[in-house]
């Protein structure tokens, strides 16, 4: 059975530079393409192929090596970076997408509502995932451990008179002290497999400029 890898809960904001290592050899990225995909691995850190979220399927001969995923026979959530020639499909740089299941908040629990960036929120085009764009901002702390976090609260959700459902999410940051020098993007995406077509979302996000709502229809 193949294994979905999800962050749930609190993401933990770790920033670095450092690129993914490939063994497919150099080429010409004329054709370059990057899309929101779901990767799957036959055994650790071998990838076969991956399936857009236009729903191409996209097959790696000679497989390729991606070192984060440290999992076989699963799948995972990226950011795809392609280049697609004659010669056949070539890795450029895959992304991995923390995977966010929403939760209802325990009375008493605190509730991290730090500004950030909200740059956009989408329903992915095969309705499996709702995808937050954002950036945080950051910069070196005197303690190395100390780290942002997000997580996705679900509020509430409510029926309306024709059936519908309404489902009321808010988007979490703590900033936990962490220095604001400079801004890093990020995506997130929420998984959707749960909710009926046709729900409404309204998602909330704190920003430095106030709250922010977007309304998504599945």
Not at 31 to 41: G, P, S, V
Not at 52 to 64: C, E, L
Not at 92 to 101: A, D, E, L, N, T
Not at 139 to 145: A, E, L, R
């Amino acid at each position: 059975m193949k294994k979905f890898l999800a962050v749930a809960g609190l993401l933990v904001i770790v920033m670095s530079c450092r690129r993914e290592n490939y063994r497919t050899g150099d080429g010409k990225y004329s054709y370059l393409r990057a899309d929101f995909a779901e990767l799957h691995t036959t055994s650790p850190r071998v990838v076969d192929y991956l399936i857009t979220d236009d729903g191409d399927s996209v097959a790696f001969s000679p497989r390729i090596t991606v070192d984060w995923a440290v999992r076989g026979d699963s799948v995972y959530r990226v950011l795809a970076y392609y280049n697609l020639s004659e010669e056949g499909p070539e890795a450029v740089r895959m992304k991995q997408i923390p995977v966010m299941k929403w939760r209802k908040m325990a009375e008493g629990e605190p509730r991290f509502t730090d500004p950030l960036i909200f740059e956009s929120a989408w329903i992915s085009r095969n309705r499996k995932y709702l995808n937050i764009g954002f950036a945080v901002k950051t910069g070196k702390t005197d303690t190395p451990d100390t780290r942002q976090t997000l997580g996705v609260s679900c509020d509430s959700v409510k029926q309306s008179a024709n059936n519908v459902s309404h489902i009321y999410l808010t988007l979490l940051h703590h900033q936990n002290g962490v220095p604001q020098y400079y801004s890093v993007r990020g995506h997130l995406s929420v998984p959707l497999r749960n909710v009926a077509k046709g729900s409404v979302i309204h998602l909330n996000v704190y920003t430095y400029k106030g709250k922010k709502s977007k309304i998504l229809i599945k």
